[in-house]
């Protein structure tokens, strides 16, 4: 018997997330942390992962990444739901170390081969980058679930934040748009055969360029965009910056086969929810097509880096993500003095 995971999960990868609104009711009256001096990075600004000074030269860096399945194929939902993990570390600017599983599953539902299958693809890709997987933890739980908790060294002075943005700042962004809408069609067996493979070779993508791009002084924000879309997660660095961001919808660099799905109206309800979240904060022309605003809103699992940096480092920051095998990689805006926003041309 095949087993399609996806009928297991009633909702997949990123898209699984809390909407944003609702994660800021629950996390509004969450205590400080100010009497931990060493702790530089909390979830203040809803950045990637948490950093903590064990040195003048050294900082942890730590974050966990988990959901339920986005691809039927489990070898493949384990490389996702892994290089999705591993890429709040790169999207810090440090390098991973290690890592530890986290397992939940439908022990009396799903096969021991397929819950076999899932691990080895995290390991395969823990090995890719270089790193062991040195333990975890697992339960028996009514949905598939597999993510990871990852542990990157960085030095403190190379962190990149979500809120470091300056006026006049170039936006770039390392992957094309389109995952969600992608399982979305997978879900319903519309997804073709080419859409698949897009999907899968950017959700399994490691964003190492994050370790060289921390390094330049240029770049002074670095996040990755994931289960809150493009405009989600851009409009917490405009947040966190205290800046406004103008981008360009014919320069994102969206799938192909993402767009004609888009077009004939695939959609995750987790766009929809970001949208009814966050769309206060972001201005569209007038008459803009539903699709569009789907693709700006659509939760992206493993996605890519969003980087602000001076223009004149844009082509070298650019030459980063092409050498490191990010073709797609784009200019799609810059950031302004105003009150934070995202507006759309």
Known sequence: MQIKLTEYAHGGGCGCKIAPGLLSKLLEDSGSNAMFPNLLVGYDHADDAAVYRISESQALVATTDFFMPVVDDPFDFGRIAATNAISDIYAMGATPIMALAVV???????????????????????????????????????????????????????????????????????????????????????????????????????????????????????TDVTGFGLLGHLLEICRGSGLAAEICFNDVPVFESARQYAEQGFVTGASERNWESYGDGARLPTRFPEWKKNLLTDPQTSGGLLVCCSPDATQNILEVFREGGFGAAARIGKLVESDPLVEVS
């Open 104 to 222: 939940g599953m439908p022990i009396n539902k799903l096969p021991v081969e397929v819950i076999q299958q899932i691990l080895s693809g995290g390991e395969s890709v823990c090995r890719d980058a270089g790193i062991p997987i040195a333990g975890g933890h697992s339960i028996d739980s009514q949905e598939p679930i597999y993510g990871l908790v990852a542990i990157g060294l960085a030095h403190p002075d190379q962190i990149k934040r979500n809120n470091g943005a300056r006026a006049g700042d170039d936006i770039v962004l390392g992957k094309p748009l389109g995952v969600g809408i992608l399982s979305a069609a997978l879900k319903k067996d519309r997804l073709h055969a080419a859409g698949y493979t897009e999907m899968l070779d950017s959700t399994t993508r490691l964003n190492r360029p994050g370790i060289a791009l921390s390094a330049l002084p240029a770049v002074h924000a670095l």
